[in-house]
């Protein structure tokens, strides 16, 4: 791997780990749009995007629209009157968007299935940033692949998280039970008790970052 190739994936990784928990308590993401069942693709453009249409769609005469499948980029090809030609401005418009594009309009009819997503929620920010590491240079099928056994070793990751989150807290549990019956702590507990506990839990909240930070390393490219 290239220095600047490897640059940007860290820095891309570095944005997934910003994001939150990612095998740890905090799990709630699912794969969202990147695991399509449905036969027909729905494009989910950020209002932005619709912003730039309808300025596209003002023009004098609009000929195509593309946007990316993330529905976050987007480009328009227009003529300044009438009577000017633009060759395969279809293709055009898919070029100047970038990678992994669709034609979203043409003249001012949109051509694809599409909904206006308010805000980006974080398991659409996790899925653009998985695709931004695995998807580069892929096809479609190749993309939707790797994110699949990306989820897939995530979800295997998060039940071993859970299952050593599980046997910590019982060691600790029993450790401090332990202490609390050799030196008669009650809910009211005397100083070296409660230093007993803090200590405890220090240890306890440690050992569970540890381990979710152990298993969070084996997802990184």
């Not at 051509?111 to 695709?131: A, D, F, G, I, K």
């Not at 609390?180 to 005397?190: D, G, I, L, P």
Request: hydrophobic share 35%; net charge neutral.
């Amino acid at each position: 791997m290239g220095s600047s190739k490897a640059a940007r994936t860290l820095k891309a990784w570095n944005r997934v780990l910003a994001i939150g928990a990612i095998i740890g308590l905090a799990v709630t993401l699912s794969a969202g749009g990147s695991r399509a069942d449905d036969d027909e693709e729905v494009i989910k453009v950020s209002p932005e995007i619709m912003e730039s249409f309808e300025k596209y769609k003002r023009a004098r005469k609009p000929l195509a629209f593309a946007v990316s499948r993330d529905g976050r980029r987007a480009h328009g090809i227009v003529c300044p009157d009438q009577r000017c030609v633009v060759k395969n401005y279809k293709q055009l418009a898919v070029q100047r968007s970038g990678k992994d594009c669709v034609v979203f309009a043409v003249g001012v009819v949109i051509m694809v299935p599409y909904e206006v997503r308010p805000e980006q929620s974080p398991e659409e920010t996790l899925n653009e940033l998985l695709r931004e590491l695995y998807c580069e240079g892929k096809s479609e099928t190749a993309c939707q692949k790797a994110l699949t056994d990306w989820w897939n070793r995530r979800d295997e990751l998060a039940a071993q998280f859970e299952t050593g989150r599980i046997e910590i807290n019982r060691k600790w549990d029993a450790a401090f039970d332990e202490y609390a019956r050799q030196h008669n702590c009650t809910e009211v507990m005397s100083p070296d008790c409660k230093k007993f506990h803090d200590e405890v839990e220090r240890k306890r909240t440690r050992e569970i970052a540890d381990l979710e930070k152990s298993l969070t390393r084996q997802l990184m490219p």
